[in-house]
T-cell receptor
Framework: QKEVEQNSGPLSVPEGAIASLNCTYS??????FFWYRQYSGKSPELIMS????GDKEDGRFTAQLNKASQYVSLLIRDSQPSDSATYLC???????????FGSGTRLQVQP | EAQVTQNPRYLITVTGKKLTVTCSQN?????MSWYRQDPGLGLRQIYY???????DKGDVPEGYKVSRKEKRNFPLILESPSPNQTSLYFC????????????FGPGTRLTVT
């Protein structure tokens, strides 16, 4: 079992819809969770961090964390074609001084 | 402008020819890290550094070396590159070891023939 799992996609949504991206992790003691966006050929860019159970909203983005079920999700409201990218979930596990990344979900927003 | 820079951005080399990829940040970050990114495998950490003269192995350190003599610089050294080290490499930094909101450099695409 991978430490951080994401569906590779592509996830295709129409413009204006809500895109829902999911991530599960295996280390129950993990405390810090991050979502990065990576455009093709570019470097990852941090878009959200979440540390406690519940929802965290930032503009059109909402991160949701459920530690009991060991999943973290990212919702993108009013999806735009410019949101088309690969979204990487990253988790800091217990006893590690590093992030573990999922392999990413490719999102396609259709105009 | 706050940034992480890497050089070179693209490199094609031959097996066994030593090379260094430089990484520099201007944000006074303590923590720096190197990753490689391969299709289907995602980002995997090679080495990281908590501060000057403090480095440690990540998940895939074999075939790589690093040094941290200055806070701003964290070069990645491949002493004898092999074709399986063909990959996209990213350097990243964060304010301190407990803050994992990392900022990534633009990447170095390395091809070893």
């Amino acid at each position: 079992q991978k430490e951080v799992e994401q569906n590779s996609g592509p996830l295709s949504v129409p413009e204006g819809a809500i895109a829902s991206l999911n991530c599960t992790y295996s280390d129950r003691g993990s405390q810090s969770f991050f979502w990065y966006r990576q455009y093709s050929g570019k470097s990852p860019e941090l878009i959200m961090s979440i540390y406690s159970n519940g929802d965290k909203e930032d503009g059109r983005f909402t991160a949701q964390l459920n530690k009991a079920s060991q999943y973290v999700s990212l919702l993108i409201r009013d999806s735009q074609p410019s949101d088309s990218a690969t979204y990487l979930c990253a988790v800091k596990g217990t006893g590690r001084r590093a992030l573990t990344f999922g392999s990413g979900t490719r999102l396609q927003v259709q105009p | 402008e706050a940034q992480v820079t890497q050089n070179p951005r693209y490199l094609i080399t031959v097996t066994g020819k030593k090379l260094t990829v430089t990484c520099s940040q201007n944000m006074n970050h303590e923590y720096m890290s190197w990753y490689r990114q391969d299709p289907g495998l995602g980002l995997r950490q090679i080495y990281y550094s908590m501060n000057v003269e403090v480095t440690d192995k990540g998940d895939v350190p074999e075939g790589y070396k690093v040094s941290r003599k200055e806070k701003r610089n964290f070069p990645l050294i491949l002493e004898s590159p092999s074709p399986n080290q063909t990959s996209l490499y990213f350097c990243a930094s964060s304010l301190y070891g407990g803050s994992y909101e990392q900022y990534f450099g633009p990447g170095t695409r390395l091809t070893v023939t």
